[in-house]
């Protein structure tokens, strides 16, 4: 038996950067690696092909697409019981949608201004800070210190040369995926399965509903648009929550967070290759101390954790 609560990250972010304590077994760790990478894989790809959507759709119509068809989906597959909850509960699952649907619409803000690369950099240092506090270790802070000093990389060649607005909207989304952490783990606590996230979800896609249509209009109901939206909400849901579920039967949750915080750099590839967004080297460097960064830090979090 296997017994773990995951935090799972829509958007560029890992869908786990921070897990609960787990009891699995390493059996096959090739295997694990193998389910995180690809689930990695499929998140930032899944991101890239959002990017697609923003020329036409806008940011506002991508989010809409994005958590409106994912919210169908998981509606339709966790089928959650609504009844039996207090309202506590139901202000926990509230406040849950309230920051995924935030966290969404900062993040396809910031990747509508700013490389895909450097907005993924800048969204991971919510919930590396968090790690840092959650830790309460001295060293902790040293990671932090590392992940600041990736900002200031990323910064070498000016923020003026990467739009101030996106850089301001994914630390925004970094903000918000912070509290879509601790609000996850309080919601895990008080529904069953995956219902908590499917009732957040549903939430995120009724704040974002109006934002869509305001902006997109009848844009989202195009085939091809409905088609790409389908692809997204697979590529940043279906696909990798399946995947990182499997994976941690087979690893211990430090590595399994380890192996999710090369999402930076394997966001700085999907927009490579998919969008032909490049890069320069200080803001490859950049990309890398903060991975190293973030590595560092959950590792650091969990041994603080015994």
Same mark, same amino acid.
């Given at each position: 038996?296997?017994?773990?609560?995951?935090?799972?990250?829509?958007? *560029?972010?890992?869908?786990?950067?921070?897990?609960?304590?787990?009891?699995?077994?390493?059996?096959?760790?090739?295997? @694990?690696?193998?389910?995180?990478?690809?689930?990695?894989?499929?998140?930032?790809?899944?991101?890239?092909?959002?990017?697609?959507?923003?020329?036409?759709?806008?940011?506002?119509?991508?989010?809409?697409?994005?958590?409106?068809?994912?919210?169908?989906?998981?509606?339709?597959?966790?089928?959650?019981?609504?009844?039996?909850? !207090?309202?506590?509960? +139901?202000?926990?699952?509230?406040?849950?949608?309230?920051? &995924?649907?935030?966290?969404?619409?900062?993040?396809?803000?910031?990747?509508?201004?700013?490389? &895909?690369?450097?907005?993924?950099?800048?969204?991971?240092?919510?919930?590396?800070?968090?790690?840092?506090?959650?830790? =309460?270790?001295?060293?902790?802070?040293? +990671?932090?210190?590392?992940?600041?000093?990736?900002?200031?990389?990323? @910064?070498?060649?000016?923020?003026?040369?990467?739009?101030?607005?996106?850089? =301001?909207?994914?630390?925004?989304?970094?903000?918000? +995926?912070?509290?879509?952490?601790?609000?996850? !783990?309080?919601? @895990?606590?008080?529904?069953?399965?995956?219902?908590?996230?499917?009732?957040?979800?549903?939430?995120?896609?009724?704040? !974002?509903?109006?934002? @869509?249509?305001?902006?997109?209009?009848?844009?989202?109901?195009?085939? *091809?648009?409905?088609?790409?939206?389908?692809?997204?909400?697979?590529? !940043?849901?279906?696909?990798?929550?399946?995947?990182?579920?499997?994976?941690?039967?087979?690893?211990?949750?430090?590595?399994?967070?380890?192996?999710?915080?090369?999402?930076?750099?394997?966001?700085?590839?999907?927009?490579?290759?998919?969008? *032909?967004?490049?890069?320069?080297?200080?803001?490859?460097?950049?990309?890398?101390?903060?991975? *190293?960064?973030?590595?560092?830090?959950?590792?650091?979090?969990?041994?603080?954790?015994?």
């Amino acid at each position: 038996m296997t017994n773990t609560r995951t935090q799972v990250a829509p958007a *560029g972010a890992p869908n786990t950067l921070v897990v609960g304590r787990s009891r699995a077994t390493t059996a096959r760790p090739g295997a @694990g690696i193998g389910l995180v990478l690809a689930g990695t894989l499929s998140v930032q790809f899944g991101s890239a092909v959002a990017a697609l959507l923003l020329p036409r759709a806008g940011a506002c119509g991508t989010v809409t697409l994005r958590v409106t068809i994912a919210a169908v989906l998981l509606l339709a597959v966790c089928r959650p019981r609504l009844r039996g909850h !207090s309202r506590t509960d +139901w202000a926990v699952a509230v406040a849950f949608g309230l920051a &995924l649907g935030g966290m969404n619409i900062f993040f396809y803000q910031a990747i509508d201004r700013i490389p &895909l690369g450097p907005a993924v950099t800048l969204e991971v240092l919510g919930p590396l800070l968090l790690s840092v506090v959650a830790a =309460r270790r001295a060293v902790s802070l040293l +990671w932090a210190g590392l992940a600041l000093a990736g900002v200031f990389l990323l @910064g070498q060649d000016g923020f003026g040369g990467i739009d101030p607005a996106g850089v =301001r909207f994914a630390l925004g989304a970094g903000a918000m +995926w912070a509290a879509y952490i601790v609000l996850n !783990s309080r919601a @895990g606590a008080r529904f069953p399965r995956l219902d908590g996230l499917a009732v957040a979800m549903a939430v995120a896609a009724l704040v !974002s509903l109006p934002l @869509g249509i305001a902006s997109a209009g009848t844009t989202l109901l195009d085939p *091809g648009m409905l088609g790409l939206g389908l692809a997204v909400a697979l590529l !940043s849901s279906g696909l990798p929550y399946t995947l990182e579920l499997l994976a941690l039967r087979r690893l211990p949750a430090a590595t399994f967070a380890v192996l999710t915080s090369l999402a930076p750099a394997v966001a700085a590839l999907a927009g490579f290759l998919v969008l *032909g967004q490049t890069l320069s080297a200080p803001q490859c460097l950049a990309i890398a101390v903060v991975v *190293g960064a973030s590595a560092g830090a959950v590792r650091t979090g969990g041994a603080g954790r015994g």
